[in-house]
């Protein structure tokens, strides 16, 4: 399920687009100090920020360029300003997209699950990346990047994680897995299956990005 977090000092607007969200199955986030917005996006590790411009404090701005910092998130601005300047300035700042307030909620939420495909489950023409929550694999080289560090993967790693991450949300079922690794005429050790997926997430939590492979028992893994 993608994270959003919704930085907003207006109460009514933060419930309504908080509420709408979750009717989409979207798991939401508030923000509520606007001083310690850095630190509530730490904690709350989102998949996409939506970032009011006036706010106490510190502004929209002040608050993109800092998880700029630190994170290549995509972020929307959510403002009532309506100077090209501003557009411009939010774009330049490292946002994504822009919404003008009032806004109507169906084309926010279609806004939001556009830029979140887009940035979580992008392939490239030649079908050479996969990406998702800002990890890159690399499928001419069998090699998983997260910001500035990479890993190589072995064949049994690499096969396990490209299926996964063509099944985003869905859960992939340890036959599935093993089928994908091993003729299924062969018989092969449940142990062995596990063996491998834990080798691989902690190649994965090596480079940076911890709980991105999660187990459901009794069915297999899911990639959120």
Same mark, same amino acid.
């Given at each position: 399920?993608?994270?959003?977090?919704?930085?907003?000092?207006?109460?009514?607007?933060?419930?309504?687009?908080?509420?709408?969200?979750?009717?989409?199955?979207?798991?939401?986030?508030?923000?509520?100090?606007?001083? +310690?917005?850095?630190?509530?996006?730490?904690?709350?590790?989102?998949?996409?920020?939506?970032?009011?411009?006036?706010?106490?404090?510190?502004?929209?701005?002040?608050?993109?360029?800092?998880?700029?910092?630190?994170?290549?998130?995509?972020?929307?601005?959510?403002?009532?300003?309506?100077? @090209?300047?501003?557009?411009?300035?939010?774009?330049?700042?490292?946002?994504?997209?822009? =919404?003008?307030?009032?806004?109507?909620?169906?084309?926010?939420?279609?806004?939001?699950?556009?830029?979140?495909?887009?940035?979580?489950?992008? +392939?490239?023409?030649? @079908?050479?990346?996969?990406?998702?929550?800002?990890?890159?694999?690399?499928?001419?080289?069998?090699?998983?990047?997260?910001? +500035?560090?990479?890993?190589?993967?072995?064949? @049994?790693?690499?096969?396990?994680?490209?299926?996964?991450?063509?099944?985003?949300?869905?859960?992939?079922?340890?036959?599935?897995?093993?089928?994908?690794?091993?003729?299924?005429?062969?018989? =092969?050790?449940? @142990?062995?299956?596990?063996?491998?997926?834990?080798?691989?997430?902690?190649?994965?939590?090596?480079?940076?990005?911890?709980?991105?492979?999660?187990?459901?028992?009794?069915?297999?893994?899911?990639?959120?």
């Amino acid at each position: 399920m993608f994270r959003i977090m919704i930085v907003e000092d207006d109460e009514k607007i933060r419930k309504i687009v908080a509420e709408t969200l979750q009717k989409w199955q979207y798991e939401v986030m508030e923000s509520t100090q606007f001083d +310690q917005v850095l630190s509530d996006f730490e904690k709350a590790k989102p998949h996409l920020v939506l970032l009011d411009i006036n706010l106490p404090a510190f502004d929209g701005f002040f608050w993109c360029q800092q998880i700029r910092t630190i994170s290549k998130v995509p972020i929307i601005f959510l403002s009532s300003r309506n100077q @090209n300047m501003d557009i411009i300035m939010a774009i330049n700042m490292g946002g994504d997209d822009y =919404v003008q307030k009032p806004f109507d909620l169906d084309v926010l939420v279609a806004k939001v699950s556009a830029l979140l495909r887009r940035i979580y489950t992008y +392939q490239d023409e030649g @079908n050479v990346t996969l990406i998702h929550r800002e990890l890159s694999l690399h499928l001419t080289n069998s090699t998983i990047q997260y910001g +500035q560090e990479t890993m190589e993967l072995s064949r @049994n790693e690499f096969i396990i994680l490209q299926l996964m991450m063509r099944n985003i949300g869905r859960i992939v079922s340890r036959d599935d897995l093993t089928e994908a690794l091993w003729n299924e005429e062969e018989f =092969v050790d449940d @142990n062995t299956l596990t063996v491998n997926v834990n080798r691989m997430r902690r190649k994965i939590a090596a480079i940076g990005l911890a709980d991105f492979i999660i187990t459901r028992k009794g069915m297999g893994y899911i990639i959120e």
